[in-house]
């Protein structure tokens, strides 16, 4: 048992393989398998105080103030009352352990709602509903529509022919698109019939708990056979059930060990650059402590052994201890009375600005986003600052760039191009929301949210264009989506990927509308005429391929071929008689290109019935080979697909997110370098990288490295190496930092940009490679890593970490970045369709990428910032409070004793500077908003460290002494022998207290004053207010009044008031604040004028414009001109063309209908977004609030215009 008890469970050995049996919990419970229950929280009621105080006493700063406190309560060595440092000390403390709590309980809270879920568990032949946590590891359960995945199961069976199921991965992999799985036929077969899965009891062996999402291997044992299991049948926790009443399944993995959790990885506590800067100024600090009360102490025992004989005659000592026990003890005296050199209120404030700044964060309107009702939020307060400093984003592609919306946008018709629109002098208008659509009343099937603006388009169709209706009839027929018509009109689509879905959309509002399909055939309704042709074969995509086919037979019986793919391989198959359309269009695929578009070429031929018979015949053949199967297939596809005819080209956008391109330019300008990590292929992400501006045409060159051994990526890394950096060196410049090697910047001529794929980056990661690759990508603008997995993520944000000891920021919005997200210094999560898991795990989380800049070059600049000035003003007046202790002790006999009254000592960190700093670190700006977007290069000097590092802090070091030495010596010198008006004595050391501390709260409160760039009446008010409750107070304490309550406690009566109406007074506290403003005055006007920084320049251009912003540059839309092609993704597996011609694919029977346009009433899965329908592979609408949500306080600002954009 640990400590605690918290690891009550005996510990096993390392999993190798997984054992388990069908219904049989006693042969399970043998090898100790995690239940299905979670535990996200840390601490319970019996451990939360014993815990919560030890982590707190580990922080460096919190230790030693208990050291102190103990200190303080022996008599012998404490010249200040204990209540000092207990005070601040238990507040620290209170306010630290209640937000830990609070934390707590909430994560207390989310574990028990989701372990609390019913589920049905199939227990003593009895279906039972049970919670997911008393869910075991070989139990099997039954899921519903729309139910939530228990835990990691063996898919058994389903209602839907051919044991399939469909489930939604959104919270895995952020994809909405469905993904289809499949059972085995031997535990198919069993259906729904309860005896006979109660009596099933098949053994699995399989691969232990990883947290590999895209792989699985294991077998099954039942009837003296053995099958083999892969990922095609596992059904992940965190999936989603969708368009399948039901399936039961075998519970493999559970809770902690299921690949979601694994996922998730450990959570590790966050600290900020500055944190870790703090720890070290700290030990700085401590030092410096000991060496000054080390100094102090060694003068005590000279004194003592000098001048202290001749005292003992009036002040007798109490023991017989010589001058060396008075030295040692003056040591620990002077402990405690320099303690102040490193404030507890330090860490208060430092937490105060922390959760204010989140706040800002939290309440910013212009981070809302309206139509899902999302607000950002600040899910940590302790990494703000951080966000001011961040040099590398790692991204991940689809759901956070993009939203996974397909729109068709354009296409090219028989060497004619449709989409674009022009005004009456043929010039071409930007399309916007506001452009007239095209009226699609003429089709009652069409689906009413989808919008096309080429009225042209509409009139050739209507005009029975042949080429346009061979066009639309191919995209109507040559695809593998699914349709679904619960009721008359009632169309549903169910694509395997969202391109489909986009395509087949589009032809349904033109008037081509896919109706249904059987095994042996496709019905579309053409123009209001239903037809029915039959399906004689699909010809499926692969990533090979990279086309599909179909052969149809139509009603009047003609056999025809329709294809569809890469315009690169079709244009390889296209007849010859073809060559002056295909450089038309070849034109028309450049500028879809150059727009960023998804293009995909069309093209078909008639074919012989003769030819097909044969061609038919030999197919059967291959199609039940043993051997060679696919190699076989791929060359009868081969023969038949050749000598087409084109019919044109579609272009459809992969939607990016609003202000996706912008938001990455303006991050390029803050120095920021953005790397994309993504699940897709090549060809999607490479296109996404040019359609978000960050691949660009201008770039010098793109280096892609693809190879498939260590020595080719090895050798592709020194090739690009070698085109940036000719005269490069086999060695990398860096320096040796104190967590390892640093490696150095450096500086290529012209833009590069970098794309490498996933079995490529395994090999770049290794450890041989990982400084070349690492020295390689860090040379480029931009890098592209494709085809990575969760861990390969999470590998490279480490990489740069280690190396490049920059801050780094992960951004995703599926389970799959969890790791990426935990692994960088500041984890950012997409919330929104795509599901929560990369939320929950985040530090920051907003529904749109766009809000990223506002995040780093508004709030994380503004915060960076104003917590530099907080901890310089901070150590500077403390610093400067405490060596005028230091410099006292040499005209006090060393004999600890303080030159400031006890209540100020008590209350300057807590009352009389707490609030004028606290209004400085949460108020102040040096340029809004709007300046800071206009120039995102004042995001740089948080990249260097240049507001605060060890160089600052021992600057503030120096301006202390100087301004500790202004401060003791001129008020020392101003009594010094001096007398009052009246010809009375006042060179007593009170009064002296008084004018010292009087003088130090004007030079500190002047100081912040010139520290502030904005000005608020707050601000007005805490400093003004400071030094009235100083003088209130000071008045007061002082008076007769309290001195009669408590003596000893109000020793300085009436000290007050006889020494502040001497004029002397008040001219000592000018002169003393003059000399110690005047040095940095001079400094800061020196600077200004000869070394200028970038704030300097852009605040005094905000002066100069009066404190007006600028006018708002306009969001122009950005346009390529390129001669590259724009990758094509069907989808990122194989089609499903066998299940569709497999004979038993069809879920249910279609819903009776009459032919032509139904005029009934119609939904479809599709929502617009811009300029043209966008398709849902969910069925769902886009960025609809779920229905079961809570309206949160935010929602009133739905009609608020979003004016950041």
Request: aromatic content about 12%.
């Amino acid at each position: 048992m640990s400590f605690f008890g918290l690891d009550c469970a005996r510990r096993k050995e390392k999993e190798l393989e997984r054992k388990l049996r069908a219904n049989d919990r006693e042969y399970n419970l043998s090898f100790m398998y995690a239940t299905n229950a979670i535990k996200t929280s840390k601490y319970n009621l019996f451990t939360f105080l014993p815990l919560n105080l030890f982590e707190q006493f580990q922080r460096i700063a919190n230790a030693y103030f208990l050291v102190l406190l103990v200190l303080q309560v022996i008599p012998q060595i404490s010249s200040l009352s204990w209540f000092t440092t207990v005070v601040p000390l238990v507040l620290v403390l209170s306010v630290t352990a209640a937000k830990d709590a609070t934390d707590d309980i909430n994560r207390h809270r989310s574990d028990n709602h989701v372990n609390n879920r019913k589920v049905q568990v199939l227990i003593d032949g009895k279906l039972r509903s049970e919670r997911w946590m008393d869910v075991q590891v070989g139990d099997i359960i039954k899921l519903e529509n729309n139910q939530f995945v228990t835990a990691d199961l063996l898919l058994l069976s389903s209602s839907e022919p051919l044991n399939l199921v469909y489930i939604e991965t959104a919270e895995l992999d952020g994809e909405t698109n469905l993904k289809v799985r499949q059972a085995l036929t031997v535990t198919g077969d069993m259906g729904d019939n309860i005896e006979r899965l109660a009596a099933f009891n098949g053994e699995v062996r399989c691969e232990p708990p990883n947290n590999r999402l895209d792989r699985f291997t294991g077998t099954l044992a039942h009837g003296g056979q053995k099958f083999s299991l892969d990922n095609e049948k596992i059904l992940l926790r965190g999936c989603t059930l969708r368009n399948t009443e039901w399936c039961f399944g075998l519970v493999l993995f559970g809770g902690p060990e299921t690949k979601l959790m694994q996922n998730c990885g450990k959570s590790t506590f966050k600290r900020t650059s500055i944190d870790r800067l703090m720890n070290v100024l700290v030990l700085c600090i401590f030092g410096f402590l000991a060496l000054m009360c080390c100094v102090l102490a060694v003068g005590n025992g000279l004194w003592e052994l000098k001048e202290g004989s001749q005292f003992t005659l009036f002040l007798p000592r109490q023991d017989s201890s010589g001058a060396t026990f008075s030295a040692f003890l003056t040591f620990w005296s002077y402990v405690i009375i320099l303690n102040t050199v490193v404030p507890i209120s330090l860490y208060v404030s430092v937490e105060i600005i922390r959760l204010g700044n989140s706040f800002y964060i939290d309440w910013d309107r212009r981070m809302y986003h309206a139509r899902s009702d999302t607000p950002a939020e600040a899910r940590t307060t302790t990494l703000n600052e951080e966000l001011g400093q961040i040099r590398y984003i790692f991204s991940d592609k689809t759901g956070t760039l993009t939203q996974n919306i397909m729109i068709f946008n354009k296409c090219s018709i028989n060497g004619k191009t449709y989409g674009d629109v022009f005004d009456y002098t043929g010039q071409r208008l930007e399309v916007t929301e506001h452009t007239d659509k095209v009226d699609f009343s003429f089709n009652p099937l069409a689906d009413s949210r989808f919008s096309f603006h080429d009225h042209s388009l509409v009139e050739a169709v209507k005009l029975e264009n042949p080429e346009v209706h061979a066009f639309f009839r191919l995209l109507a027929l040559c695809h593998t989506v699914m349709p679904e018509e619960k009721s008359e009109g009632v169309l549903l689509y169910q694509a395997q990927s969202p391109d489909e879905g986009a395509l087949v959309t589009a032809a349904r509002n033109f008037g081509f509308v896919f109706r249904s399909r059987t095994p042996e055939s496709v019905t579309i309704v053409e123009m209001g005429e239903q037809r029915s042709y039959e399906l004689l074969a699909i010809l499926d995509f692969n990533n090979v391929r990279k086309r599909m086919s179909v052969i149809v037979r139509s009603p009047e019986g003609k056999l025809s071929l329709y294809c569809k793919g890469a315009d690169t391989i079709i244009y390889e198959r296209l007849h010859q008689s073809c060559s002056k359309l295909m450089d038309v269009t070849t034109e028309h695929l450049n500028e879809f290109a150059g727009e960023g578009l998804r293009t995909l070429a069309l093209a078909y031929k008639d074919l012989d019935e003769e030819y097909f018979s044969q061609w038919r015949q030999r197919h059967h053949e291959v199609s039940t080979a043993l051997e060679d199967r696919e190699e076989k297939l791929d060359l009868l596809y081969e023969e038949i697909e050749k000598d087409l005819l084109l019919l044109g080209a579609t272009a459809i956008e992969d939607k990016l997110q609003d202000g996706v391109p912008q938001t990455i330019e303006q991050l390029s300008k803050a120095n920021i370098k953005i790397w994309v990590l993504t699940g897709d292929k090549q060809e999607t992400a490479e296109n996404i990288g040019y359609s978000c501006n960050m691949l660009r045409e201008e770039m010098s060159d793109v280096f892609v490295v693809s190879g498939n051994t260590p020595d080719d990526v090895r050798q592709q890394l020194r090739n690009a190496l070698t085109t940036m950096k000719p005269d490069a060196t086999d060695d990398a410049p860096g320096t040796l930092g104190k967590r390892g090697r640093v490696l150095k910047d450096e500086v290529v001529n012209g833009e590069y940009g970098l794309v490498i794929n996933g079995h490529s980056l395994a090999y770049a990661l290794e450890r041989g490679t990982e400084l070349e690759f690492l020295r390689t990508a860090c040379m480029c603008q931009a890098v592209i890593c494709c085809r990575v997995t969760p861990l390969q993520k999470a590998q490279v944000v480490e990489l740069v970490k280690k190396y490049k000891q920059t801050v780094t920021l992960a951004i995703g919005d599926g389970a799959n970045d969890v790791s990426m997200i935990k692994a960088a210094h500041i984890g950012v999560g997409i919330s929104g369709q795509e599901g929560m898991q990369a939320v929950l795990s985040s530090d920051y989380s907003f529904a749109q990428f766009r809000f990223l800049q506002r995040l780093l070059l508004v709030h994380g600049r503004w915060s960076y910032l104003r917590m530099c000035k907080f901890l310089r003003y901070f150590f500077y007046k403390n610093f400067t409070f405490t060596f005028v202790h230091f410099w006292y002790g040499f005209f006090c006999g060393f004999s600890a004793q303080t030159v400031y009254d006890e209540w100020f000592i008590t209350l300057y960190n807590l009352v009389y500077t707490a609030l004028p700093v606290l209004g400085m670190s949460l108020f102040d700006q040096d340029v809004n908003d709007v300046w800071s977007f206009q120039h995102p290069q004042l995001y740089v000097p948080g990249q260097l460290n240049l507001y605060f590092s060890k160089r600052a802090f021992f600057k503030c070091v120096l301006h202390s002494s100087y301004s500790s030495l202004v401060l003791f010596f001129i008020p020392y010198a101003a009594m010094y022998n001096t007398v009052r008006d009246d010809g009375k004595d006042i060179a007593d050391y009170q009064s002296f207290a008084v004018l010292t501390q009087t003088c130090l709260l004007f030079a500190v409160c002047i100081q912040l004053s010139l520290e502030m760039s904005y000005w608020t009446a707050v601000n007005t008010f805490f400093v003004l207010g400071s030094l009235a409750m100083y003088f209130a107070v000071t008045f007061t304490m002082y008076s007769n009044g309290m001195f009669l309550l408590l003596p000893s406690a109000f020793p300085f009566v009436g000290t007050a008031r006889n020494t502040m109406n001497q004029p002397s007074v008040w001219l000592t506290i000018l002169l003393t604040t003059i000399l110690c403003v005047l040095p940095v005055l001079t400094h800061r006007f020196l600077l200004i004028q000869l070394q200028p920084t970038i704030n300097d320049k852009v605040m005094f251009k905000a002066r100069q414009a009066k404190a007006t912003p600028p006018p708002p540059t306009r969001r122009a839309r950005i346009r390529r001109t390129s001669s590259r092609r724009s990758g094509y993704a069907f989808s990122h597996a194989q089609g499903y063309g066998d299940l569709v011609t497999s004979g038993r694919f069809l879920r249910r029977p279609a819903v009776p209908r009459s032919s032509g346009f139904a005029q009934t009433g119609r939904a479809t899965g599709f929502s617009p977004m811009g300029r043209s329908a966008g398709y849902s592979p969910t069925g769902r609408p886009q960025n609809a609030r779920a229905q079961d949500v809570e309206v949160t306080s935010l929602q009133m600002y739905r009609t608020v215009r979003d004016s950041a954009f």
